[in-house]
């Protein structure tokens, strides 16, 4: 854990500048098992302190890779003087920053950390159960794998701040053939928030949700493709929760809506069906504790749900401070960093559809020719808000059942223009958060959404 040398330090904040000083640590374990052998095995720690200093509407930014007063004195001196070589350089329009009340966030919770024989010996395990009840594959690989980040934060405004997000999983891959003796894949991620020791008790804990893999993994290899073109879907949780990240949430970046975003032009207009709320939620959603909880962001800011679409309306953006108030709009906490030496960049924390009324079944038996799309491998969307995904689960649907799973495809289309044909929202959230947006610097991203009955294009064969 991070000694909390900031917040005990004697800095003497200029009053006409904000600053801000962080001190990070970054922390990587993962094992990685290929049938049974172990193929990688990594753990790393990254730690280091930055300050960045606004003065006459500028930025100054400097960082070290050591953490102690006399670092944190160091580069608090760097960065200033750094802001003021920019004042002397830049012409564009200033701009101030909003002010922000004092507030102190201290520490929630330490977090143990394991031994690097704690990942071997359970991914050794999950690996022979996987072995022993899933006998037609041709190849399985198991990862174990944990990443947090620690930050220590003050800023002149007076927010005084010790957080500290740990996630960790295990990925299991399964691959088998067709009767063609092509390969078929699919993979799940257990986990979620807390470090390994504490997601991770039992190897058998996962059991049952390895053999629903492997049976639809089974279902696939005897799959049959989509028939192409435009076709009504149903887009389970996860994969509302792409198109919500991916497709939909990057277009709403402040930032990016500054580069030319196609929603720069739609701020209260209508970009989606009625029956379409979306938010970028800080720590709680619906009542319950978000899968990667943000409380304060890198420019000290408290965190807030920004609501961006409600009931089909484009309602707002995501910020930071600059563009905040550029676009008179409150800060809602989005300004974040990967390590000690990035800069904070606008991110979207807990990006999720709102949940509707439908009932999954009955919007399976609502469809009388379509499909059932359930995971993604992969998506790519750009800020004009045009998306494609891969498909690796799905299913048929034939006069309001599943048929048969379909081989892996791909859907596409324009978010706003696919969100304005929802006609039916389920009554039930999907979160996902084993993955990094890479937008720039990675980072820790939760998303989520209910299942939406839509119409989108499908690839074929």
Known sequence: MLKDVLNAGSFSFEPAAHTEVRGQLNRSRRVTLLSGNIIGNARSDVSGVSARVWKNGVCGFSSMAEYDEEAAKQVLKAASENAVFMDSRVNYPRQTLPALSRAALPLERDISDPAQKAYIEYAKALDAYVAAHCPKLISRRIVATEDSMEKVL??????????????????????????????????????????????????????????????????????VYAEAGKKTVILDGFMTGMLSHEAVGHTVEADLVLGGSVAGHMLGKPVASELVTLTDFAHTAFGQRCPLPVFVDDEGTPAKDVPLIENGILTGYMNNRETAERFHMAPGGNARAWLFSDEPLIRMRNTAVHPGKDKLEDMIASVDDGYYLIDSSNGQADTTGEFMFGVTMGYEIKKGKLGKALLDTTISGVAFDMLKTVDMVSDTVVWASSGFCGKKQPMPVGMGGPALRCQVMIGGR
């Open 154 to 223: 003050v800023t002149s405004d007076g927010m005084s701040a010790h957080t500290i997000l740990p996630r960790s999983y295990c990925y299991v891959i399964m691959t088998a053939e067709t009767p063609s003796g092509a390969p078929v894949e699919l993979f799940k991620a257990f986990g979620g928030e807390g470090t390994f020791d504490v997601n991770f008790t039992d190897p058998t804990q996962y059991a049952s949700q390895i053999d629903a893999l492997y049976e639809r993994l089974m279902q696939k290899s005897e799959g």
